[in-house]
């Protein structure tokens, strides 16, 4: 699925399924709670926390790719709802990163 697929399935999935998309505001709070969501996995399964129980732990690899799609979801409600075009955008953004960190990570000692 291409990025503009997928914000068109979302769309169609919103204005069917979702009888309508929530307000901006209302998603960005959605997206913020979702991006927590995948911190907290992140920081259990590479960071220093811990898991609760061994069966939350026995789900996570899987339980960060549902969150990490939940993230991507409402990203897309956002684009849709305020006329972005993800695939502009991206393009735009690694033109941009190109250009400006086109030597900056080579010279990156930390990198090597």
Excluded: P
Aim: hydrophobic share 40%.
């Amino acid at each position: 699925m291409t990025i503009s697929e997928a914000q068109q399935t979302v769309d169609r999935w919103i204005n069917t399924i979702g009888i309508r998309y929530y307000g901006e505001l209302t998603n960005m709070a959605i997206l913020t709670e979702e991006v927590g969501e995948v911190a907290r996995l992140m920081s259990r399964l590479y960071g220093e926390q811990s898991f609760k129980t061994e069966a939350a732990a026995a789900t996570a690899h899987e339980d960060l790719a549902d969150e990490m799609a939940d993230v991507l979801f409402v990203l897309i409600c956002l684009a849709n709802q305020t006329g972005v075009d993800l695939t502009t955008a991206m393009e735009k953004n690694l033109a941009k990163k190109t250009l400006r960190d086109a030597e900056r990570h080579q010279k990156n000692e930390k990198l090597k």
